[in-house]
């Protein structure tokens, strides 16, 4: 074995949608530091698939502002909309297990279906897609592609596992429905995408924040599916505002940039998220 397997691979995974803030340089930041305590490497990777969002102002800006922070990693960056042949093989091979299915519902048809009070959610608290497409013949063109997940869970055997910072998390990936694993606009979705580049890449822990805990079922489900090994998890907590809600319009808010601009230097960004 090169001594290179033997290191741990950590990775900050920004979507270049926006400028990077306070929430962002903690996550970035955690990733960082744990690479170096722990000897592993540390890679950047640009989360640019939804074509719509992402800007290459903002890319460039990311790179300032991490470089800024003191933030050194591996070259090249790899940018997911290069990529997306991967996430289709990816997808043939889980249709090919007979696990995708087209749908054409729109949003205004779903909500139709979900209108009952008592309408199952998600594990994030949003309505459940109903099925209403399963198992019907749909037209491929224009569709999105989702998951039958029940056949997807049934096929792991109902659960599934990870290492969440040194203690074993069980949960069941079925409650989550059937979620979308192609987007008809680009073909592919986050879900699959995060989970095929952090094999391709060699990611060993994964380090992002709490807001992606619950996502983290079905990374692991799709995993199993894909024969990909599982990363370790750490979700760290998200940081507040001052009246303990998530970023929102305060001065934590602020884009790093703007804070740099203000005379804020990078001792001062880890003195304000307790680093
Ligand atoms: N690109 C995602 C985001 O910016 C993070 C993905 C991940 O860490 O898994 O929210």
Redesign the pocket.
Known sequence: MREDETRKVF?????P?GYLHLG?AF?ALLDFDAARREGGRFLL?M?DIDKGRARSEFEAAIYEDLAWLGLVWEEPVRRQSEHLDDYAAALAELDALGLLYPCACSRADIARATSAADAPRDPEGALLYPGTCRGKRRDRAGANLRLDMAKAAALVGGEVFWDEHGKEIVASPAEWGDVVLARKDIGTS?HIA?VVD?ALQGVTD?V??R??YE?TRI?RLLQELLGLPAPAYRHHALVLDEDGRKLAKSRLSKPLWELRAEGATPTDVRAMLGL
């Not at 990775?11 to 979507?15: L, N, T």
């Open positions: 990775r900050f995974a920004p979507s949608n962002h996550s990777r989360e986050y995060v952090d994964v992002r924040g807001d992606l996502a990374h």
